[in-house]
């Protein structure tokens, strides 16, 4: 018994046939637009389109689109590689940057390894910190703070870290957290997170921040220069009678920080503190009427108010200063380290004595 040939369905071939001819031109279309975009320089790789300084035009997503879709229907091996081309190109064209043209024109690429708040800037040939702070609508006071600068000058080639927005880079110290940089340099924590994407990963030691509206408190701004405290103890008394020549003793009161060259609580620092004229080399008290007069000081045995009044006796001698004469011939002199270091006392010193002592004018 002879077997019958299956005879072919026609109406089978009828059914799949459009999808056939769709499948095939579709593939004539992206194969033949492929070759004319690739003789243009528009191909669809992802190094042709970082040559082209990431310009992607409408026509090569839409060719991108189809390749992977049918590249998924088919179940070619290259079918994720073109998906991936896809989704980042994608990517790349919804960026938010401006198209002309048809073509957007090249992503802002972020470091993510850096806190997008803060611009690291490298200062280029004539500009000033005043033009910095003009192009980034900042102050001198915030880029100075943010670089620990206790001035304005700027050279060529220094790196500055400028805040994104008007406030302070600030540099994270160990046992900061959020809400404590946002109370001590008036801003707020919200902001602080969004604007360095502290979401995820928070605050790390040594990590530079951008605290919006940020005000360094005074203690804290590189300019600062802490007060010289000086301690004094201004309470003035009489003593009854008198101490060898000097008479009516008072003390003026304890310095202990009055500057100059000449050792604190000594009776050199008092002279010098009220003679500042005088040079910071004439040594110590015995040696002083002497050095004076070599270098053109005029010294004599004639008291006179505002003189330096000397002696050589003791081991160093002896300075003070003559602050008033008075009618009868005495003088007032005021003098530290008469027996006690930092005291300043006030006396009188009777006419009859003042010739004991050299001045120096």
């Not at 089978?12 to 992206?30: E, G, H, N």
């Not at 994608?90 to 957007?104: C, D, E, L, R």
């Amino acid at each position: 018994m002879t077997k019958k040939k299956k005879s072919l369905d026609i109406r089978q071939i009828k059914r799949f046939l459009p999808y056939i001819l769709v499948s095939i031109v579709t593939l004539a279309i992206v194969f033949f637009g492929s070759i004319d975009k690739r003789n243009a320089g528009l191909s669809l790789s992802l190094d042709t389109f970082a040559a082209n300084d990431y310009k992607i035009s409408v026509d090569q997503l839409s060719e991108l689109y189809v390749v992977a879709d049918l590249s998924d229907a088919l179940g070619l091996a290259s079918a994720s590689d073109v998906a991936s081309n896809y989704v980042i190109t994608t990517t790349m064209y919804n960026s938010g940057q401006a198209i002309s043209g048809g073509k957007p024109e090249k992503p802002n690429l972020v470091d993510v390894s850096a806190s997008r708040g803060v611009i690291e800037y490298t200062v280029s040939e004539g500009e000033s910190m005043e033009s910095i702070a003009g192009k980034y609508g900042l102050s001198t006071d915030q880029i100075r703070w943010s670089n620990g600068l206790k001035t304005t000058d700027v050279a060529v080639g220094t790196v500055l870290y400028l805040p994104s927005t008007a406030g302070i880079v600030y540099t994270v110290k160990s046992g900061d957290s959020i809400n404590s940089i946002a109370e001590k340099y008036g801003s707020n924590a919200e902001e602080i997170i969004a604007l360095n994407d502290l979401e995820i990963s928070g605050l790390a030691e040594g990590m530079r921040i951008v605290i919006k509206n940020g005000q360094l408190p005074e203690k804290e701004r590189p300019e600062y220069v802490a007060p010289v405290v000086t301690t004094t103890y201004a309470y003035t008394y009489t003593y009854l009678g008198s101490t060898s020549v000097r008479q009516n003793i008072e003390v003026v009161g304890y310095f202990y920080n009055l500057g100059g060259p000449y050792g604190r609580g000594q009776c050199t620092q008092w002279a010098w503190y009220n003679r500042q004229d005088l040079p910071s080399s004439l040594g110590n008290a015995n040696a002083w009427a002497r050095n004076a007069a070599a270098l053109g000081y005029v010294v004599n045995r004639t008291p006179a108010a505002g003189a330096v009044i000397q002696t050589t006796a003791g081991w160093y001698g002896h300075v003070g200063y003559v602050e008033a004469v008075n009618p009868d011939g005495s003088i007032v002199m005021s003098e530290m380290n008469y027996g006690i270091p930092y005291r300043v006392i006030r006396s009188t010193i009777p006419a009859s004595a003042v010739g004991n002592y050299n001045y120096i004018h």
